[in-house]
């Protein structure tokens, strides 16, 4: 994959919720090329072998951003980290987000580490250990490095606190990616001008079905969604209001029901943006100028 004088974002996993089911997409992750930076932006299942997909040399793996500790954004970090060593990895990995996520790191180091080990005794690797660093985030800026400025925002996702919505910015581009959260309309403000948002989205009309085809728990999960996430319509006001060239949805619940396909997303939103509108896929890429 070139990267140079490029400046886009794939969608390489675009399913709200940690479950896969057959036929259904992947969770949460994103490569982000600012600046001929490759940015990865949480690691939910699926993102190792899909940013290997699109072309991604994993030893070049050097930026990580995660948003939440909610599974489908973090599960596979550890494994994306092992797997970039053992294809040549051999520079640091800079890792930022939220409190808790350096505990995940050192847990799982340790329950690698009969193979990390060894590899280091018999295939004489760099020590994996001395790889990767952690930064823990705050609201603020978090980052500026090479052209590039990232600053977190608190967004509100109960029952969790320390999840953000994130703002890439260069001088000439500004991404932002939501995160997961409610519908929040000071978002409005810190996306505001942006070439690209990247909301989290549900359809309303789709959550009993999703709710009746999961099947193994109570009204606590429908209570959450309702409480913690953004239904389209709404996405599509925080698009208006921060006046953004191009809305995203993403982390679509659902994203895997035949019955409900990309004009019923469109017909959700219309009301609310008359932009331009993107429903995410995985895989899909993202171009800007």
Known sequence: MSVENSNFVILLGTKGGPAIRTGSTNPTSNLLVLNNRQI????????????????MQLKDLNLIFITHLHAEHYLEMGSLIHTAWVAGLNTVVKIYGPKGLENYWNNFLKAMEFDIAIRLEDEGRPDLRSLVTIHEIDEGEIFNEEGIKVEAMRNEHPPLVETFALKFQTEKNKIIFSGDTAYLPRLAEFAAGADLLIHEAMLEEALISLFKRIGNTDDRLMEHWLRSHTMAPDAGKIATKAGVKTLALNHLIPSDDPNFIDDDWHKAVKPTWQGKLIIGKDGLKIDFT
């Open 40 to 55: 990865v932006v949480d690691c939910g299942l699926g993102v190792t072998r899909s940013l290997v997909d699109q072309g």
